[in-house]
């Protein structure tokens, strides 16, 4: 009995994902006969029935809903390895990290400057994205390393810690509660933060954006005005206060917030040298790095 090849992954995938022949035949490219032809063979190889057909619906049975878990692990696996051979035997091996613009504890430009020194360093390309970008980007190779805070979801990925800082609510400074120099998430039950989830349970990891390609920038300004509106509070890192004082925006400690930790990720998989170069540097670096400068002055409340 022969194993399935990533072909016949590939279309039982479709298949379960779409409950539709027809659908899946066109999102594959191909016609439907042959794919029927190869979900069977499939079938026959397995010696399981995966999908029950009728005229007007596809099923799956549980013996399909375990191979189609496991078959997407297994097809995330190939096109994560497909995509790091293509760079590394590519004609200009990068060493690409993901990172979310600002959210680096204003590290990267020394850890770049110390990384390209060392003799397994790569050319870097840096593919900045939304938060959640950073890990799915990982794991299916479109990055090498990534810099972010925690919490996100790790599996698949090991991690180092480089820092930790206060976070701080950035609120309206026309808000109630920036007349208030200290607070607690209780205090914030009527707000919402960035993405629509209540303030007062603090924060947690952001969803994923497997799909959603990194892209090249985001800027901070819609999400500052939003909050100078009114529509949203933010938990902003110390750092990035630091750097991002606005008239009317008040940033504020909440006693029992979480504070932010910065960390290096990278596919758990990787051996590679360059990307173990990166991480020590990175780790060197934000060793030598200390912040104790004060939140910012902000205008009281009018």
């Known amino acids: 009995m022969s194993d399935p090849d990533v072909r016949q992954l590939r279309y039982f995938v479709a298949v379960a994902e779409e409950r539709h022949f027809g659908r899946a035949a066109e999102r594959l490219g191909i016609a439907q006969p042959p794919l029927s032809r190869a979900i069977r063979e499939l079938e026959r190889q397995l010696g399981v029935r995966l999908l029950e057909r009728t005229t007007r619906q596809v ?6 809903e375990v191979l189609l878990r496991d078959a997407r692990t297994a097809l995330e696996a190939v096109n994560a390895a497909i995509r790091r051979a293509r760079n590394v035997g590519g004609p200009r091996p990068m060493l690409r990290v993901a990172i979310k613009a600002d959210f680096d504890a204003g590290l990267l430009p020394m850890i770049l400057e110390g990384y390209k020194s060392k ?4 050319p870097v390309e840096l593919l900045f994205g939304t938060r959640g970008a950073q890990i ?17 979801n790790d599996a698949g990925v090991d991690w180092e810690p480089l820092l930790t800082e206060p ?40 969803p994923e954006i497997a799909a959603e390609p990194v892209r090249p920038g985001f800027d901070l300004a819609q999400l500052f005005q939003r909050v100078e509106l009114g529509d949203i509070v933010f938990f902003a890192p110390l750092s990035l ?15 029992d917030l979480e504070p932010s930790t ?19 540097v990175a780790a060197a670096v934000a060793a030598e790095q200390q912040i104790f400068a004060e939140p910012p002055p902000t205008p009281a409340t009018r």
Do not use: N
């Not at 003799?119 to 790569?122: D, G, N, T, Y």
């Not at 910065?262 to 020590?280: D, G, K, Q, Y």
């Open 167 to 206: 976070r701080l609510l950035a609120i309206s400074a026309t808000d109630p509660l920036a007349g208030r120099s200290r607070l607690r998430l209780s205090d914030l039950s009527d707000r919402v933060l960035p993405d629509g989830t209540p303030a007062d349970r603090g924060e947690t990891p952001p």
């Open 136 to 152: 799915p980007a990982l794991r299916d190779g479109r990055a090498d390393v990534a810099i972010l805070p925690q919490p996100y």
């Open 262 to 280: 910065l960390t290096v990720a990278w596919a758990e998989t990787s051996h590679s040298p360059a990307v173990a170069a990166f991480i020590r």
């Open 59 to 64: 099923t799956i049975t549980p013996a399909g």
């Open 241 to 255: 206060v630091q750097r991002h004082t606005r008239p009317d925006i008040a940033y504020r400690e909440v006693d």
């Open 119 to 122: 003799p397994e360093a790569l």
